[in-house]
């Protein structure tokens, strides 16, 4: 089953404005990871942040988590057509023999 | 995706024909994932490998089986593929940080 469940399904903004992604786990996890998704390619790592981390920068993204509500949110700054994609976060749980469980993903539409 | 790649890339099959999916590696890297892609579903694990013959289920492994002979290639096969295996599969390397995806293999079965 999935570990990790993103929010919205689908978030469409122009160019410019910040998009922000929400993800919701089960399970106590070691870290939780996103990644990006163009269509028809494989996923690309974005960045990981570990259990004992409240926030972590890298570029335009910032990526916060919160064990006590068991979420995550990446927001994507001044946004471009081109982080048009899928965004997955995925839980390294360690009830799951530490294996990567990946949530079904927000397809972002950012419009020029 | 650099080190990582799959083959084949596409593949029409007939039910209940065998399926063979490769992926091959050139990073070294201990663990190797296959994961399959559908609609609605996110990823989820097949099967994965921690080391030259040493194999384990996922969450989604019934139908499947995995072979590991050398470092570098992870083998998937669709004992008797059936239409609910129609996927796009991706196979991963465990890198530090993160995971490695190849492009991905799309089978279709007819």
């Known amino acids: 089953s999935q570990q990790g469940e993103e929010d919205p399904q689908a978030l469409s903004i122009q160019e410019g404005e910040n998009a922000t992604m929400n993800c919701s786990y089960k399970?106590?996890?070691?870290?939780l990871q996103w990644y990006r998704q163009n269509s028809g390619r494989g996923l690309v790592h974005l960045i990981l942040i570990r259990s004992n981390e409240r926030e972590k920068h890298s570029g335009r993204l910032r990526v916060t988590l919160d064990t006590s509500k068991k979420s995550s949110s990446l927001l994507i700054t001044a946004s471009r057509a081109a982080d048009t994609a899928s965004y997955f976060c995925?839980?390294?749980?360690?009830?799951?023999?530490?294996?990567?469980?990946f949530g079904a993903g927000t397809r972002l539409t950012v419009k020029p | 995706d650099a080190g990582i790649t799959q083959s084949p890339r596409h593949k029409v099959t007939e039910t209940g024909t065998p399926v063979t999916l490769r992926c091959h590696q050139t990073?070294?890297?201990?663990?190797m994932y296959w994961y399959r892609q559908d609609p609605g579903h996110g990823l989820r694990l097949i099967h994965y490998s921690y080391g030259v013959k040493d194999t384990d289920k996922g969450e989604v492994s019934d139908g499947y089986s995995v072979s590991r002979s050398k470092t570098e290639d992870f083998l998937l096969t669709l004992e008797s593929a059936t239409s609910s295996q129609t996927s796009v599969y991706f196979c991963a390397i465990s890198a530090r940080g993160g995971y490695t995806f190849g492009s991905g293999t799309r089978l279709t079965v007819v």
């Open positions: 990073e070294n890297h201990r663990y």
């Open positions: 995925a839980t390294d749980a360690i009830s799951n023999n530490n294996d990567m469980r």
């Open positions: 399970t106590s996890i070691n870290n």
